[in-house]
């Protein structure tokens, strides 16, 4: 069945959410189990928090790398690399793993790549994702749904 004014399906647009959104409580489970996000910028934060994430998020982009790679390896918990999925974030992603590796971090890059395959074609960034599964949400038929 296909609602006027969509450009797919109905129900493409209810197993994408479904997809993403299964997704997404993998990550706030982690994150609710202590894992250390790490994320480009500002409203990559502020995009997670609007999701529910409350846990811990890290930037990467707002002072050495060296910084980060310290705090991560101090603190001891496992970091998931939620960088963009554009050129610059394929390339952070890389120099973070790289780096927290070399002090044996346990390094999540999984969940960067699902999510980047999942919806790269209509979002570029983290920072739009929040934004992406409301509109998802809309389309679905469930605007109210929680992550």
């Not at 296909?2 to 994150?31: H, I, T, W």
Request: net charge neutral.
């Amino acid at each position: 069945m296909k609602r006027s004014g969509l450009k797919a399906p109905f129900f493409v647009y209810q197993k994408k959410l479904e997809m993403v959104e299964d997704l997404l409580n993998d990550l706030l489970e982690c994150s609710n189990n202590g894992d250390i996000i790490i994320v480009e910028g500002k409203r990559d934060i502020i995009s997670l928090r609007k999701l529910g994430f409350s846990g811990d998020i890290e930037l990467a982009t707002h002072g050495p790398l060296t910084h980060l790679t310290s705090k991560v390896v101090d603190s001891g918990k496992r970091a998931i690399i939620l960088t963009d999925w554009d050129r610059r974030g394929d390339l952070l992603a890389s120099k973070i793993s790289e780096d927290l590796r070399y002090f044996d971090v346990d390094v999540d890059m999984y969940i960067r790549e699902r999510l980047s395959s999942m919806v790269k074609k209509e979002i570029k960034d983290v920072e739009s994702l929040h934004s992406y599964v409301a509109k998802l949400r809309k389309l679905a038929g469930n605007p109210h749904q929680a992550v």
